[in-house]
């Protein structure tokens, strides 16, 4: 790991199934002060061939928009980076291939993370983020395009438990979604695929729950910081009760990203239901758990907090 000390400017990049996105970040008086962020719809998990690999055209534009990303955190300042890819790229017979290119054109290591690492990276982003004391246990629960993870530790200790499934809200979108909006039946079918992946997770003893990710991210806007039963079916009512464009006119979302809420609020709806209690919004995640370890741990209690 590379090391760094306050005021040290880092970034980390998130290379996942739906998004690639990047966060420029420093610390200041205890705090994670952004300094850029941007994303791209590069729409990886859609890319793979009969036999799964990612086709050489979408590697070609993630690499292009990776670069990109790279050149503008060095003209904002950073100093270290952390490039990091997930579920689509992971699970690539390619995957390898994949990341040799991306490193090659970004001028940095791109690193294919397991499952747990993962899952660690988004549980202390999302812990550190959170703006208050917490005690107990908290789950981190974090929908992907590609796959599910939910993470379980505690704020002082860090995860002790990171299960993952291969389902993701782009996943679902892309075998199930094809109306605008989505179907009653279009809905009904996701809600029984979700039912099969998810029948035989159990995971108790969870004194807090915080849901990281695109669709969590966005859904904010659309029902507000906490995910529960009522909230979560309100937004399953708007995003399947008009077009993509209205709802992304509305809540000034991106359309890509509209497409895939439906499937995305679905998992994070069973998710809840799984834990017995509401998800809370996150302010941070992945990226913010890259640049607290490039810190090398001079975040202090309490919890630091994002600002813009």
Known sequence: MIGSGPGMICAAIDIGSNTTRIL?????????MKVMEQRAYTRIGTARG????????????????????????????AETFRAVATAAIREAPNSRKVAEVLS??????????????????????????LGHPTEGRVAVVDVGGGSTEISVGTVADGVDEVSSWPVGSGTLAEEFI????????????VRDRIDDDFEAVGVEGVDQA??????????????????????????????????????????????????????????????????GIPLQIGKGGIREGIILDLLNGSVEEPEPLLSS
């Open 178 to 189: 094809a109306s605008d909006p989505p179907s009653a039946s279009e809905i009904r079918k």
């Open 104 to 129: 090659e054109r970004a001028g940095i290591p791109v690193e294919v993370i397991s499952e747990e690492e993962e899952g660690r990276l988004a549980f202390l982003g999302a812990t550190k983020a």
């Open 50 to 77: 009969r036999k799964g690999k990612i086709s050489k055209e979408k590697i070609e534009e993630v690499a292009e928009v990776v670069a990109t990303q790279v050149k503008l955190a060095r003209e904002v300042g």
């Open 210 to 275: 915080v849901a990281v990710g695109g669709s969590a991210t966005s859904l904010r806007r659309m029902v507000g910081a906490v995910l529960e039963y009522e909230t979560l079916e309100r937004g399953i009512r708007i995003l399947s009760g008009d077009p993509v464009a209205e709802v992304a006119r509305q809540f000034e979302l991106d359309p890509v990203r509209v497409r895939l809420l439906p499937t995305g609020i679905l998992i994070l709806e069973k998710v809840s239901e799984l834990l």
């Open 24 to 32: 420029v970040a420093e610390l200041q008086e205890g705090q994670l």
